[in-house]
């Protein structure tokens, strides 16, 4: 089968410092364990809880740097986009287009990466159903979309918790996409945490382990090298020194099922 | 106390005459019945199901209808906006602005409708609890506005379907903000109809005489001359011959608790 | 219409004075505001969270109570049971025999109930559907049951938490039988509080009145002279001292809408 | 690491040379694999969705089966119990009594189980949080109970529909028992088919793979020789030809991570 596809790195770009030493561990540890790596970090994080949240370089800048590290380390590179309007500076830099979660339905972003010939990787949102993603899919083939990636990272559940529910996987891939499982945004508590979200890392790896056995391409994991200094989503990211542990367990199962 | 808000009108412009059919009609009922009338229309609808699925006439068009009927029927109009580059455009015809429920945690769009000095009108998102609300009032406010309204319109229960909580209404009244009950998104089954969304007619008056009696401010309604025609939202919006003797009810619940 | 009915009394049966206390001041009140009383208290509390929490007198000494009540002050009784060997000693005593929501798939408790000829009051469970109640009566119709009577109580939410979905008011009574609220476990929060439920008794006269509205055929609510005391249930149990207050809305409500 | 633990068989004892040919098979099978076999049967299935379902042999027939089939195969077995009066004849046949998951709260049913030193095999009901299972777990112990199972069912998720919470798993095994994933019941579509409950049966592998990936002591699966003739439960039990397939990558995956 196909290498297992891994999209990892900090939630948002803090310092090119930062990014470098996640993307350069990340991408040893990858090669050693046979694991296509994508360098994934955000230039604008534009759904923080509160106005007083981190954000990121914003968009040029942070262009810059995913651009650097992507021609200096030949590492392929994804970043979100969060209006239509960014699209086409994204696309010059970036391999993969992302849509967040919370703009899964927004039809112009969507027919606008989906329009640049990149592969557009599509977060489910929290409020759709698995077999609503084709509504997603169609859009982008529409307009000649034809590289999608499909990403579960939970579904409402109550309030101030999500849920990962696992047949999410083969119902996604029946869509004819590859799946991929973010197993740390999995893990968040929205709003769990009074002006910004919580976060139970310690069932990262369970669901990492979980989705990879019921079938999936690929994982997505936000990597920090101090989660506790992260500037977002901290409470939800795994710790660069813990990752490979996890990763080859994930890998050992991943053979077992070949 | 005060009257009762009432945001109703078609889901999409359709046509400037089936506009006025629904605005006129309202107009003279709301008079009839003390109840503050505006009309509410969508210039363009970023988040339907299918590409294919009507949006509306655009911005530039669509405002300049919402222009037309304000001036011409002094009525105040309300409209939403889903792209921070066309919050500007649309407070120079606007009386308030309003963040749809997938985008209520998109800080540029909150900050720069907040800034125009407009009413803002945020409808909770079906994955936000009515709590974390308050983050996007703190947003709001963190950029001077003042004027602010929150839409109850369902939260995510299980797949396809949604459901209204009414604890909610109370809660977010607590934040200092009035409350408007969205009474037709709130029976929506999201994704439910296969390329686009079913909805439960019949469950728009229970549900609005059920908000109004635990405390609201106003209700919103999607209305249409014939809903079966459509070309938005038909199986949720309430007839437009349907609304008095529900509106009438609804003002009697209100009369009794006043 | 049908003067509304009200279901209400202490949790559990804690000792004859508090019974007394409860239902001499409910029937005064409710003969005042012209609504039918029927008195409730729980012999024994079978699905407590812990060992140790309070359970009540038991079968024989709680029927005793509940028939002294009953004939010195003329006032039907309602308790639950929760076993198909209770029934026929609930039988002798009770206008009403309860199942509770968790019990409300137990064919054999069911049908043991329908076949003494009393009303069954069935309280939907919280992980049931307001159709599949369909189910339930089927099943109790099935043995010869012809009065019935369906509680909405909340349905599971997330962990810890319940909604009341209003749509099931109207949902239910399209079955062709009466339709209670149960305003005070609706506003339980299951397991909330450790190693007991907690409660949000600030939700539970707007959720009455919300049901009110929508349209009820009685209201459920467990009434303690000093709920902080209570052995069962206090955190969403009402005060003595606030029922009638509360009463007097709903009763508002219920005329406007006549 | 401890062997996986199987405990499977038709849902409902429909006949003995039914239930002697999934238990043969599945003796054999397990065997082989080094799977610890339970078989498992219920004599009395109390909760149908209808009247009309079938319910199984009754208690007394019922363990007399599985008695012989305990006796002549030398192997445990284990059936759920409805009633704190079935407890002690089930106690005199079972290796292992189980506590339906609607029931997992009945304090009288828990602490009867517990007292006869079987071990108790707790289904978490559809409305309860994995950790709140402590409190059913503390009921035991309370009485002395010390050889305590859980179960994931899965939880409900909005309307016939329940959703498997993989965190759930590591939680449950905190409190320190051993935990089980129950494949089968949890693709269930609670009331989905009208008349009885549906089910996705081709969801049961992939769950059951994330299960054993996340951790998890035991799984339980309904067997049948001919789902689609089961006289219980038949939409979402597995076929008997199908299992060892199943199995087989089951435990791959738990050598991968051994």
Redesign the interface.
Known sequence: GQPLLLIGGPCALESEEIARTVAEKMQEICNRLGISYIFKASFDK???????SY?GPGLEKGLMILASIRESMQLPVISDV????QVKAAAEVLDIIQIPA??C????LL?EAARTGKVVNVKK????????MK?VV??LR??GGRKIMLVERG???????L?????S??IMRSLGCPVVFDATHSVQL??GAG?SSGG?R??IE??A???????IDGLFMEIHPDPRKALCDGANSIALDDVEEVLK?II??R???A
Do not use: C
């Open positions: 534009a759904n923080r809880t509160s106005l007083s954000r969060h209006d239509a309007s919370f703009l339905r927004q039809t112009d027919t949102g929290q409020f759709v159903s698995p077999w609503d509504n169609d859009k529409g307009v579904a409402s559940f109550g309030y101030n918790n849920v990962v529910d696992m047949r996987l083969p929205p709003g002006g139970q310690e069932f369970p669901l382990r979980a989705a990879t056995a019921a079938g367990r050992k199962i053979t077992a099922l």
